[in-house]
């Protein structure tokens, strides 16, 4: 059975902090990896696929990599405007379009 | 584009209830998913769509139902409502996508819907 987890469940960061978020899984085969982001109240707006080790995308202050087991989602510099739950799922190679969530974490960033 | 709408924003239930969340897109994509998430948790599928008049179910499918007539729309239909039906569910659609076909494959998500049963 596919499992996603992501550490830590909450943090809390002050402006210009950086720091890494971590999504591990285990699947048979990975199609592909997903982050998405959450506002309270509102539905997840996808930001990043990655398909293999070693691959890394980038999008203003976030950067996300991939390994063999885990993916990070990297925030440089963040502002208040990051605070959402940020979302990982997997997508399994016999799994069809199916996606297989982790419980997110939730980031706060304080001014 | 809309993207995917979905109707009502809220709703109270009682138990034994019935009641269809309507879900929409205008993306003309081939795939569509209901999921439900409860409160602090990840999204949890319940049924899911490759094109209209095809269903199957996902990770917690019972007590509800799916239909899909057209590519449009992907209603879910609670017969008896329950309260651990209570949470917030969602509708997303992707394309057919096949990465290494040059596809892409990320689910593209509706507002939600956020049901209480009591």
């Known amino acids: 059975e596919d499992q996603v987890t992501q550490s830590p469940e909450a943090l809390r960061l002050q402006e210009g902090e950086s720091s890494s978020l971590n999504c591990s899984y285990t699947?048979?085969?990975?199609?592909?990896l997903f982050w998405y982001r959450q506002d309270p109240g509102k539905g997840p707006e996808f930001l990043f696929t990655l398909y293999s080790a070693g691959e890394e995308k980038e999008k203003e202050r976030l950067k996300a990599t991939l390994t063999k087991k885990e993916s990070f989602l990297h925030i440089t510099a963040p502002k208040p405007e990051d605070s959402a739950t940020y979302l990982c799922a997997v997508q399994e190679e016999t799994s069809g379009s199916r996606l297989t969530f982790g419980e997110g974490t939730q980031l706060t960033v304080n001014p | 584009n809309a993207g995917v709408t979905q109707t009502p924003k809220f709703r109270i239930l009682k138990i034994g209830q019935s009641m269809t969340l309507q879900c929409t897109q205008d993306m003309n994509h081939n795939y569509m998913y209901w999921y439900r998430q409860d409160p602090g948790m990840g999204l949890k599928l319940i049924y899911y769509s490759v094109g209209a008049g095809i269903t199957d179910k996902g990770e917690v499918p019972n007590g509800y139902n799916v239909s899909r007539s057209t590519t449009e729309d992907f209603p879910l239909r609670l017969e008896l409502a329950a309260p651990s039906q209570t949470s917030v569910y969602f509708c997303a659609s992707s394309y057919r996508g096949n990465h290494g076909a040059g596809g892409r494959n990320e689910q593209f998500f509706g507002p939600g819907t956020r049901l209480t049963v009591l």
């Open positions: 699947v048979s085969g990975l199609r592909g």
